[in-house]
Each structure stands twice: as structure tokens, then as C-alpha cells.
């Protein structure tokens, strides 16, 4: 007898049919996801062997990845972020602008050194290279601006401590009552940051951390506020006192920092940044900060003269000036650093942002390599109707009354059209003469930087340099050979006549060159892209985190090299050095 048993629960009363289509599509999820990862293997032993620079990872842990200064992978190699590449070809641009900033030429760090550096690795019109570097600049920018955890740069501003005078927000009213447009610089990066996107109020989330010092600040402050009594024991007398007691502030408010966070101390002050805009430069306001600040942080200086120190902070020297001073505060001097081009910035000397904004609406529309002979460029491109012009006093400080001198002499019984005047000129006339001259002078005074060359680039008056130690702005994105003429101090009574055998092809080339680069040298009331803020972080961000540092002297290597392969610091040696 046959029995028929009642289906079981939980089987299947599927047609064979059925049963066909659900094991096709396992099969083929299964051949798709087989398929993926041979590709993705493919694609990465790829890009193992391709010639250009790797990827960069994402820094899961910012503070371990940059403690030594270094982001590199297991192999030893520099990671890049995906900004290296664009339409899949590598950019080589990148990588020869992180090789100028860590092998600039620095034999006696004077002006053949910085034109060899610029006219090496800076991008000009002969080479065709402008327009392509203009490209990668776009891209880098675009790269540091994007969140840190794909390799992009977000900055901590330590908030100031009590004692520190913090300058005013940067504004048309600041700018109108400014003495010297240089001096507003501090302001400009203090404000501008606070409002940025790249700041971050969680210190855990940063990888730069800007130091709230502002020498320029407490240095009138304390030229106002300076007890009488110090100021008499000081040679030089309350302006001394000013500068004295602003590098003092500049010690108080490192170990200020260093007490209350962690940052400094675990990275030997590496991934730190301060901005000074006082024509004392980092050789003055360094003085007292320790080792660690000098060789390890970067300074944002607007006086960047790397055979600078100042003999008014050696004991020894002077006379024995300053030395009631130091006895009643038991301090210990070390002589001071000059700007270091491996590992500080030079930035753009002045925050006019106002007088930027007039000049960059002259000639905007203007394509810069049209015919010298188009409309549009008549009074922009060619000889101008003065030679040259100069407004300032002819002479000050040791080298200033030197050069200066000798730059205007040369000007006498000159036949062409100058606007030369020893004083100051109204602020309308001062404007016009930049806008209608050929060349604008700027030789060194008491320092080697002046405003005024930036002030010549944006109406594109060809800057005439004569400063001999002047490591200027973004000396490595731009062939400054192409901006500028460069003489020699020693050459400066020759300045008339070098200017009058500059050929009419030079002159154009060199004022197509400042049009196409300008806006990258003014700051403004509201951060545009690629303005000059955004290209000193960014040249900020190359350094200390997009870069691979290969190059370091003896001493850079004792007080870089952190926890990895190296000895590193030990927490009394990280110390700040004073007695």
C-alpha cells in the first residue's frame, strides 16, 4: 500500500525552474564581487608601479603622523593626496615646489642664492609654465582644503593669554588708521583664520596650531605703556624697551601654551606656526623662545633675512646695553636665529587691502599675453610715462644710509621722466605714480623689506630690488627674475643706468608676468581664494604636512626628528632655554 506523506513545513515547494533563476543570480553576485577584487588588486599594484608620487592616507591619528615632521608609508615614500593627479597624470609641479622649499640655495643666503632658488624651481612665460603652475596652485589649494582626515589642514588658535594685547580686528577702519600697511599683517591672519573654515575650535582635530603672539601689537603697546624707569636703563629708551619687552612676551606666552596643552611639547614645537609683522623678523622676537620655537616651529615673518640677528640681545655687545636689564631678570641669551627658507615663510609685507582692491580693478579685463598694440592694453603693457618712481626718506638705518643714497644719485642728469621725491607724497598722487610709472625703486632701508614692492606688483610697476639678504614672497611658485629687477647693493649707484638698458621686450614680459600673478599678493577684507592669505597657509601646509622634509642640517636633525628614527628630545631638553 502506497503512503502519501504530508509536506514537511520549512521545504520548499519551488518548481525547478525556480530553483535555476535563484542559483543564477547567486552565481552571479559571485563572479561580480570575484571580478572587483581582481580589479582592485590590479589597479593597486598599478599604481605601486607607476612613476608618480603615491597617495596620500587618511592620518587616523594627526598628532602620531606628524609628530616628526614626516608622512610617510610603510615603504618609506611620501604619501600625496589625490590632488597629485589630475585626469590621472601626475603633477610633477607639486613635487619640484616641495623640492625648492626643502632644498633652497642658502650657500651665504644673499641674493645670488635667492635669485638661483627662484629661477630654478619658480614658474615664468619663457617656460611656458606659468599657466600650469596656476593649474597645480589650484588643486594644492583645493587639496589642503579638504577635511584632515584626507590629508587637508585644519589650525588651532591657542586663545591668548591674559597678558597678551591682541591687535585689533582687520577692518577699513584699521587700515585707514594704519601708519604702515606691514604692520596690519598680524591682524589680517589672526582675524581672517578665526573666520576661516579651516579653523577648528576642538584642538584635537587640528594639525597646525597658530601661537598667539603678536610682537608688532606689544611692541607700540609697550613703546606706550613701558615702565619710565626700565626705558632709561635701556639704550634707545622707550622704542628699545618696546622690542625688548615684546620678544619677553613672545617667551611668556610659549611656556603660557605649554603649561595648559599638550601639542607643544609632543611635538618639539613642530606643526606650530607664529606671524610676526614688525621689521624685527624672527632674528628680534626669537630671541627668548628656545630652540624649540626657532628651529622647529615656522615663522610667518614679513622681514625674512636669513643673515639677520640683533646684537641688542647679546650681553656682550653694545656696551653693555640691556645688561641692568638682564641681571634683574636672571635671564639666559642665546644668540638669535636669522629666517630659515627650509622651514619659515615669507609673506606677503602689507595688508592694504584697500588700495589692493583699487589697483587689481586696473586692467582686470585685460588677457595679458594680447599684442602690446590692442586697445585694451594701451597704458598697461610697454613704457610708461615716467622711468621711475620712489617716494620715502633717502636714508635710514646702517645699510640704508647707504644704499639709498647711492640709488638716488644715480638719477641725477638722467634725460626720462622720473617722479623721485625724499619725503612722503599724498596718498592720490602716490597711487598715480605707481599706476604710470615703468619701475618702482625699492631699496632696503633700516631692513631689507618695504611694502612698497608689493604695492608696485598690483598696479604692475616692475619692483626694482636692491636688498641684498630679501628672501621674498612665494619665491617658489613664481620665477621672481620675471617680476622684478634685482641689483646688488653694492651696485646700487648703477640703478639708473641698469633701468635705461632694459629693452622695451623685457619690460613686457616682465608686466604680462605681474598681471597674471598679482592677485595671489593682496590680502582682503574677505578671503577670496588664492589671495595671498590662502597661499602663505598654503605654503604653510606644503611644509609641515604635503612635503617630505629629506634635507636638514645637524642641528635641524637633533631637534627634528621626534619620536622615529631618531633620538628625539628628551622633556628637559624640550624645555624652553632660559635660566
Known amino acids: 500500500m502506497h503512503r502519501i506523506h504530508p509536506q514537511r513545513p520549512g521545504l520548499s515547494t519551488a518548481k525547478p525552474l525556480h530553483r535555476f533563476f535563484i542559483a543564477a543570480i547567486f552565481a552571479t553576485l559571485f563572479i561580480s564581487w570575484f571580478a572587483f577584487n581582481i580589479y582592485v588588486i590590479l589597479r593597486n599594484n598599478l599604481a605601486r608601479e607607476a612613476p608618480s608620487a603615491p597617495r596620500r592616507k587618511p592620518d587616523r591619528d594627526v598628532h602620531a603622523t606628524h609628530a616628526n615632521g614626516e608622512a610617510k608609508g610603510e615603504d618609506g615614500r611620501l604619501w600625496f593626496p589625490s590632488s597629485a593627479l589630475v585626469d590621472g597624470v601626475p603633477l610633477e609641479i607639486d613635487l619640484k615646489i616641495c623640492h625648492c622649499m626643502a632644498n633652497p640655495v642658502i650657500d651665504q643666503a644673499g641674493l645670488p642664492d ?36 584626507q590629508g587637508g589642514l585644519r589650525i588651532f588658535q591657542y586663545p591668548p593669554p591674559p597678558f597678551v594685547e591682541v591687535p585689533p580686528t582687520f577692518s577699513r577702519d584699521t587700515v585707514a588708521k594704519a601708519r604702515n600697511s606691514a604692520y596690519l599683517v598680524e591682524s589680517v591672519f589672526w582675524t581672517q583664520i578665526s573666520g576661516s573654515p579651516l579653523r577648528v575650535t576642538d584642538s584635537d582635530l587640528a594639525n597646525a596650531y597658530q601661537l598667539p603672539v603678536f610682537p608688532t601689537t606689544a611692541n607700540f ?59 624685527g623678523g624672527k632674528a628680534e622676537y626669537s630671541s627668548w623662545g628656545g630652540e624649540s620655537l626657532v628651529v622647529n616651529a615656522t615663522t610667518m615673518t614679513t622681514n625674512p633675512n636669513p643673515n639677520e640677528w640683533y646684537k641688542m640681545f ?39 587691502a584697500a588700495r589692493a582692491e583699487q589697483a587689481l580693478r586696473i586692467g582686470r579685463n585685460l ?62 598722487d602716490y597711487t598715480r605714480y605707481l599706476s604710470s610709472s615703468t619701475f618702482c625703486l ?14 608696485a606688483i598690483w598696479y604692475t610697476c616692475i619692483p626694482v630690488v ?34 635705461q638698458r632694459t629693452t622695451r621686450e623685457e619690460i613686457v614680459a616682465k608686466q604680462r608676468h605681474l598681471f597674471k ?11 577670496v581664494a588664492g589671495d595671498a592669505l590662502d597661499m602663505t597657509l598654503l605654503e604653510l601646509w606644503m611644509r609641515q604636512h604635503y612635503c617630505q622634509r629629506t634635507h636638514y642640517t645637524q642641528q635641524q636633525q637633533q631637534w627634528s626628528k621626534g619620536q622615529k628614527g631618531g633620538r628625539g628630545l628628551t622633556g628637559t631638553e624640550a624645555q624652553v632655554i632660559v635660566a
Request: hydrophobic share 35%; net charge positive.
Open 114 to 149: 635667492f635669485v638661483s632658488s627662484t629661477a630654478k624651481y619658480g614658474s615664468n612665460d619663457n617656460k611656458g609654465t606659468v599657466d600650469k603652475y596656476k593649474r597645480a596652485i589650484d588643486g594644492l589649494l583645493a587639496a589642503m582644503h579638504r577635511p584632515i582626515e
Open 221 to 279: 603697546y609697550g613703546r606706550k605703556y613701558v615702565n619710565k624707569t626700565l626705558a632709561a636703563e635701556l639704550a634707545g629708551g622707550e622704542r628699545a624697551a618696546g622690542g625688548k619687552l615684546a620678544a619677553h612676551q613672545v617667551k611668556e606666552t610659549v611656556e603660557y601654551v605649554r603649561r595648559k596643552w599638550p601639542y607643544y611639547d609632543k611635538q618639539y614645537g613642530r606643526g606650530h606656526f607664529w606671524v610676526i609683522s614688525h621689521d
Open 314 to 352: 647679546e650681553p656682550t655687545e653694545g656696551g653693555g646695553e640691556g645688561q641692568a636689564f638682564l641681571k634683574a631678570r636672571k635671564v639666559k641669551i642665546r644668540k638669535p636665529y636669522g629666517y630659515d627658507p627650509r622651514v619659515d615663510v615669507s609673506i606677503v609685507p602689507c595688508g592694504h
Open 367 to 428: 588677457n595679458p599675453d594680447v599684442d602690446e598694440g590692442h586697445s585694451s592694453a594701451r597704458g598697461l603693457l610697454g613704457p610708461r610715462q615716467y622711468l621711475a618712481f620712489f617716494a620715502g626718506n633717502a636714508g635710514k638705518g646702517k645699510r640704508g644710509e647707504i644704499v639709498r643714497p647711492a640709488v638716488l644719485d644715480s638719477f641725477k642728469g638722467v634725460s626720462a621722466p622720473t617722479a623721485i621725491y625724499t619725503s612722503h607724497v599724498d596718498p592720490s
Open 442 to 455: 625699492c631699496p632696503r632701508g633700516s631692513r631689507v623689506v618695504s611694502p612698497r614692492i608689493i604695492e
Open 466 to 499: 636692491i636688498a641684498d639678504y630679501y628672501w621674498l614672497p612665494q619665491g617658489c611658485v613664481w620665477d621672481w627674475t620675471m617680476l622684478a629687477v634685482f641689483i646688488p647693493e653694492e651696485r646700487a649707484n648703477e640703478t639708473a643706468a641698469i633701468l
Open 517 to 527: 600673478v598679482r592677485r595671489h599678493f593682496a590680502y582682503h577684507f574677505r578671503p
